[in-house]
């Protein structure tokens, strides 16, 4: 609908929205050894996110302090565990994760649905709380808010009402002083269109995950611009906002009819 409308207008989605406070949205890429770490850093990504699931002592964390080691000061690391730990564990490995100096965030360290013991880590840790991705609407982002669970949330368009109800989810934590990233995993051009637009017209937004385009030769074919008449554009470490109309895409009817199934 928002696309409908910014065609009808002549307008990019960014404009509907507001306005935009920059013409992009820095990216991160994943890496989850030191070679893959420095190749990204090196090709001029500023983060790169990693999986850690282990634990303080396993041969999981120390992969981590090698990436860390190989990042440097050159940019930032972002820990993503996928709810793997309960509090005492988190706190545990977040107060490991304070002593490397360049962790960027730590995500997703406890369940998504342990809102309660979120503050605690929060309140426990110098690095930021990153969560979200798995929330559906602002009351519970609201929540999570006012009792200081996070640092930063990371909203997903596709799972959290869409655009209406992440521009509202931005905004709120914009009002508690809380960043914001939007949750890019896997995905097509419409799904991605939404959360740059979303990023450049919201104040707080720091950075965007850029999936798989871990490598600048990728770029050009990544996020399905293979299926679109004008391909999204992107530089390693960075996401241009479209200036077209709506989203700012257009499909390439014979290359989409190449996938569609039935």
């Not at 869409?162 to 508690?176: L, N, P, S």
């Not at 530089?235 to 200036?243: F, I, K, L, N, R």
């Not at 895409?249 to 014979?254: L, N, S, T």
């Amino acid at each position: 609908m928002w696309d409908i409308l910014g065609k009808f207008a002549g307008l990019p989605l960014y404009q509907l929205l507001g306005g935009k406070y920059r013409d992009s949205i820095p990216t991160y890429s994943g890496a989850n050894s030191p070679e893959g770490a420095l190749a990204a850093i090196e090709a001029g990504f500023a983060a790169v996110k990693m999986g850690f699931s282990k634990g303080v002592g396993s041969e999981d964390f120390e992969r981590v302090i090698k990436v860390s080691e190989a990042v440097g000061a050159k940019g930032q690391l972002l820990i993503d565990s996928l709810g793997a730990f309960k509090l005492h564990e988190a706190v545990s490995a977040g107060r490991k994760l304070d002593e490397l100096g360049n962790v960027g965030w730590f995500e997703d360290a406890l369940m998504p649905e342990d809102t309660a013991s979120y503050p605690a880590l929060a309140e426990a840790l110098d690095t930021a709380v990153c969560v979200g991705e798995a929330l559906s609407n602002r009351f519970q982002f609201r929540d999570l808010f006012s009792d200081r669970g996070a640092d930063i949330v990371n909203p997903d368009v596709g799972r959290a009402g869409g655009i209406t109800e992440c521009k509202r989810i931005a905004d709120m934590a914009d009002t508690f002083g809380i960043l914001w990233s939007p949750h890019v995993s896997s995905g097509l051009p419409p799904y991605v269109a939404a959360s740059i637009h979303l990023a450049v017209a919201t104040p707080n937004a720091v950075i965007m995950e850029a999936g798989n385009i871990h490598q600048a030769t990728h770029v050009a074919d990544s996020r399905g611009n293979v299926l679109l008449k004008e391909p999204l554009e992107f530089e390693a470490g960075m996401a241009m906002v479209p200036e077209r109309p709506g989203l700012g895409i257009e499909f390439d009817e014979k290359e989409l009819q190449k996938i569609v199934v039935g």
